[in-house]
């Protein structure tokens, strides 16, 4: 391990080296144009020389370089886009070894915990590795399963996973006292926030709870099922789940040989995404297509149409069945709830106005709401970046996979360099949990594109942004609503105040010098209510413009009733009365 840890340091040291170089020194004895002409190769080959190490060690590594090649806020596009293709990369651990360690977790040998257990791995991953198996007679009775699938964690990763944490706040405490990178990143904090995202990946029992919180959030929606995870046969290292293998969603010809139409299932997957992020606020981060199964269910005569792919009784929902038009009913199942994003709510209401200035094509909106999140610092200029978001929707907003694929890729290009530097130029990291929400959306993208070249995303997101707007109508009519109410019972009380305030001064209980005071407070009674009216017209008149559009008779009404205290606004008190003065 320890020679694991130098490995690591020295990677990172000669790179940090090559930069410091490159970057600082010759800039300073007058040889930027080397320093520039040579960026992009250097950059390119320290991708792959990552891409080379990682694969080596597997372990974090791999995680690191798929996260590095999320970070566009933080490193160049010569590097994400190198990483972004990085994957588990890795050989399976051989069987005789997995044995062991499943053994020592569940405390019996495998053959008494599993009537079957098979020794060839379904999948194999720098942190663990699947097995297909049978519950024993005993468990399947309880439980009601047969067919699982055995999450395995590989032996020795905890010790791996501690080294290579050590080693990246190493590195972390390097770039802190750099000044080119502290002046743009947090890098100590970016590692800690990878190590929290790290460690509970490989907490098999925080998966597990996960799964189940997943499927409380979908519970009575047919569109999505959850295998259930059998609780005797998992542990913090083993993690055993229903096996609800069917046709993985990228399965083009599966689905159609299934009477599935593929962009039927485009458009539903776009929908059970979105609904995660904004209505949840607890999403799927790694919706890739080996993660999200098709599920067939039988049909309401039960006459078993599904046949391949059918799973009984797999998670909230299962007697449910969801229709698509000439076709089988069908469902998603996810699996793999090790990287989950939560949106808290502040980030949750920056996001709704986020969806709604992408929708509607709004540069400076979007700015905005990018703000709002939190992601900008409030120093930061973002007149460049308004500008750039705003060419953005010009030229490509509302453009589907298959027409953007006509667009010349010089032009792509072109674009992503110039708004690359702008990104990049500006005083701001984006949290993780706005990373996991941009990764889901980028593979959801992927996926929906993929089932129907000529999907537009947009057309998913409009509907929903346009009932996230009348949501908020409704919330501004009913907080005008609630003011409208309370300046009337001011309105109300104001009088008899003032008439109380009065007697007690006649009654003595107030000691004036004043002969005038009685005429000052009428007029004073005269301007508050003048006042008072002048608020509760502004408030119904308010209070009807925003509702007209949804409840054009209810605000017609408010607007016509904020007629009369206009009117005794405007002319309440123009009379004098006798003794005015």
């Known amino acids: 391990m320890r020679a694991r840890y130098r490995r690591i340091l020295r990677f990172a040291a000669r790179f940090l080296a090559q930069t410091w170089w490159f970057e600082l020194v010759l800039p300073r004895i007058g040889l930027t144009r080397i320093a520039v002409r040579t960026r992009n190769k250097r950059m390119k080959r320290f991708a792959r020389a ?11 590594m791999i995680k690191v370089g798929q996260f590095m090649s999320s970070r566009l806020d933080v490193l160049p596009p010569e590097i994400t886009k190198e990483l972004e293709g990085l994957q588990d990369e890795v050989p399976a651990v051989p069987f005789d070894r997995i044995r062991s360690a499943a053994e020592a977790e569940l405390g019996m040998p495998l053959d008494r915990a599993y009537s079957w257990f098979d020794e060839t791995p379904v999948a194999a991953a720098s942190l663990g590795q699947a097995h297909r ?278 032009e792509f290009r072109d674009f992503a360099i110039q708004f690359g530097d702008v990104v990049r130029s500006l005083p701001f990291q984006l949290p993780e949990n706005f990373l996991l929400i941009i990764r889901a959306s980028s593979l959801t993208s992927g996926v929906c594109s993929g089932l129907n070249p000529a999907f537009n995303l947009w057309d998913s997101v409009e509907p929903y942004a346009a009932q996230l707007l009348r949501d908020e109508r409704g919330n501004i009519a009913q907080a005008v609503g609630k003011e409208i109410a309370s300046i009337a019972g001011l309105a109300v009380r104001l009088p008899r105040r003032l008439d109380e305030l ?47 559009p949804e409840d054009p008779v209810f605000g017609t009404v408010l607007m016509a009733g904020s007629v009369l205290p206009l009117l005794h606004a405007l002319f309440a008190g123009m009379r004098r009365g006798p003794g005015a003065g």
């Not at 980030?347 to 905005?368: F, Y």
């Open 50 to 60: 990552f891409h080379g190490l990682a694969v080596d060690l597997g372990g974090l």
């Open 133 to 410: 198996a049978r519950l024993s007679a005993l468990d399947a009775s309880e439980t009601g399963l047969d067919a699982v699938v055995v999450k395995v964690q590989r032996p020795g990763i905890q010790q791996i996973v501690d080294v290579d944490l050590a080693a990246l706040r190493k590195v972390g405490g390097w770039l802190s006292r750099i000044r080119l990178v502290y002046t743009r990143v947090n890098a100590p904090a970016l590692v800690e926030e990878f190590a929290v995202t790290s460690l509970e990946e490989i907490d098999y029992v925080h998966e597990a709870a996960n799964a189940e919180r997943f499927a409380r959030d979908f519970e009575g929606d047919p569109r999505v099922a959850v295998p259930e995870v059998v609780w005797e046969r998992s542990t913090g290292r083993v993690l055993t789940l229903q096996d609800v293998t069917a046709i993985k969603i990228n399965d083009y010809d599966g689905l159609r040989a299934a009477g599935i139409d593929p962009d039927e299932v485009a458009r539903e997957f776009a929908s059970v995404m979105f609904d995660q992020l904004f209505d949840h606020g607890f999403f799927h981060a790694d919706p890739h297509p080996g993660n999200v199964f098709v599920t067939l269910m039988p049909d309401a005569s039960g006459s078993g149409a599904g046949g391949t792919g059918t799973v009984a009784g797999s998670g909230p929902g299962a007697d449910a069945s969801a229709s698509v038009p000439s076709s089988p009913a069908w469902r998603f199942t996810f699996i793999d709830f090790g990287m989950m994003g939560e949106v808290p709510a502040g980030l949750r209401r920056g996001m709704r106005q986020l969806l709604i200035a992408v929708a509607s094509r709004d540069g400076r909106g979007l700015v905005d709401a990018i703000r709002e999140v939190g992601v900008l610092l409030p120093s930061a200029d973002t007149g460049e970046l308004e500008r750039a978001m705003t060419a953005l929707f010009a030229r490509f907003g509302g453009m589907g996979f298959a027409e953007l694929q006509e667009v010349d890729p010089r």
């Open 502 to 548: 009065v007697t007690r001064v006649q009654d003595g209980e107030i000691s004036v010098d004043t002969p005038r005071l009685d005429r000052r407070v009428a007029r004073l009674e005269r301007m508050v209510r003048r006042v008072v009216s002048a608020v509760l017209f502004a408030g119904l008149f308010i209070g009807g413009a925003v509702l007209r």
